[in-house]
């Protein structure tokens, strides 16, 4: 019903940058997206936490990112941002986009994932 589309990944050196967007649209519905997510997952890995933003802009980030990665959001334009610095060979993972929110007439509940972007860091 809700539909992400991410972009903004790529291959990048270590020390590099990358800014990761995802954009919220549901056709012929109206929505509220409550929390907002950048999750990512490694080959052979699980998919893990990078950080997360409420719609009161609260953030949170995993441990391994925080200081180098800011989480921050567009609410009229219902995107998230990632702005990823001083990037390191272990950041390479698919990155997904989550949103939770509400959606329709009758106000349900959602939970939607973007189709994922590569980001890999190598020299």
């Known amino acids: 019903q809700v539909q992400l589309v991410e972009s903004g990944g790529g291959l990048v050196q270590p020390g590099g940058s990358l800014r990761l967007s995802c954009a919220a649209a549901a056709s012929g519905n109206i929505f509220r997206i409550n929390n907002m997510a950048w999750y990512r997952q490694a080959p052979g890995q699980q998919r893990e936490l990078v950080a997360n933003i409420t719609s009161g802009s609260s953030t949170n980030y995993a441990d391994s990112v925080k200081g180098r990665f800011t989480i921050s959001r567009d609410g009229p334009k219902n995107t998230v941002y990632l702005q990823m610095n001083s990037l390191k060979p272990e950041d390479t993972a698919v990155y997904y986009c989550?949103?939770?929110?509400?959606?329709?007439?009758?106000?349900?509940?959602?939970?939607?994932w973007g189709q994922g972007t590569q980001v890999t860091v190598s020299p």
């Open positions: 989550n949103a939770q929110g509400r959606v329709g007439d009758i106000w349900s509940r959602f939970e939607s």
